[in-house]
């Protein structure tokens, strides 16, 4: 395994979600207020501006068609499982963000993640341009995105983990205890647009780690389909892994849906929810009037429980 998160692909991820923010439709919307934190100030000034929002938007949605839509609620509904499991009867004692890059969610969530323990993983060069960031928000108190003060207060409470998993390092349950996490702690990770860059070895490998935590610890990410690398097309998977090899970040792996079951299975995973394109779609890109705006085709989001129950097979 290399880097969780990449630097570019971080970036891009920030300017769709800051777009998102204050574009604030009824569809094509993101709650992240912190996310131009991460952009040059330059663009940062530029997506003031709502018409070059909007060319912006136009030329993703000819570029990349479904990205944006996708991201945008991928965001959200990220947003809400976090919500869902902090509001459950089995509250998690720990976040851990794995391939954090610029992920807010530590941030904006303080006050439902206090006396939680939050912990955000990453390559050492992603950490340091995160923790830059980070300072400068706690330094600059003039900008809309820094109105938030509390958010700054609670950037002491964010653990930072940089780990360079091509090197020294290597991701087991050791690794995690010596950066202070507790694996008695029931905990949920959060893998947020990594697992498309990781070999299929390297994800089945995080997956065994989190399945060492105690019962009911939980796991949310998203994955693309894997037949888009053997020739399956979908919208947007072609323009999706273009732009990813452009970056020089080419996605590489892909999940079949009953392989991720199995795993499941062996692992001792239960499936608590899964959104596929078309969910994602009526549940946050569709108006009240029914019009829609289609996001990628070919990727889910999974929220995982250990230890559960039952067992839901494909």
Known sequence: MNKFSKTSSAESMALIRTLGYKENGITMRTEDYMAEVFLSKFMAFILSFSFFRSLILAIYSIKLPGGMPYIMAKSRAIDDMLLRALDGDEKPEQLIILGAGYDTRAYRFHHQLAHIQCFEIDHPEMIARKRAAMKNLATEKGTASTQHEN????????????????????????????????????????????????QEDAFKNLLSV?????????????????????????????????????????????????????????????????????????QYLTKPNGESVQPYGFLNIAFLRKGAKTCISG
Not at 155 to 182: P, T
Not at 210 to 238: C, M, N
Not at 249 to 278: C, K, R, S, V
Request: with cysteine.
């Open 151 to 198: 958010d700054v207060s609670s950037l002491n409470s964010v653990h930072y983990c940089g780990a360079d998993f091509n090197g020294k390092d290597h991701f087991d349950l050791d690794w995690l205890v010596s950066q202070g996490i507790d694996k008695n702690k029931k905990t949920l990770f959060i893998i947020d647009g990594v697992s498309y860059f990781l």
């Open 210 to 282: 989190i399945s060492l935590f105690p019962e009911t610890s939980q796991v949310i990410f998203d994955y693309a389909y894997a037949d888009i690398f053997t020739g399956g097309i979908y919208r947007g998977s072609e323009a999706f892994k273009s732009s990813l090899k452009k970056m020089g970040e080419p996605a590489t792996y892909g999940i079949h849906q009953e392989d991720l079951m199995n795993t499941m299975q062996e692992l001792g995973f239960d499936l608590t929810d899964l959104m596929t394109p078309e969910q994602i779609e009526q």
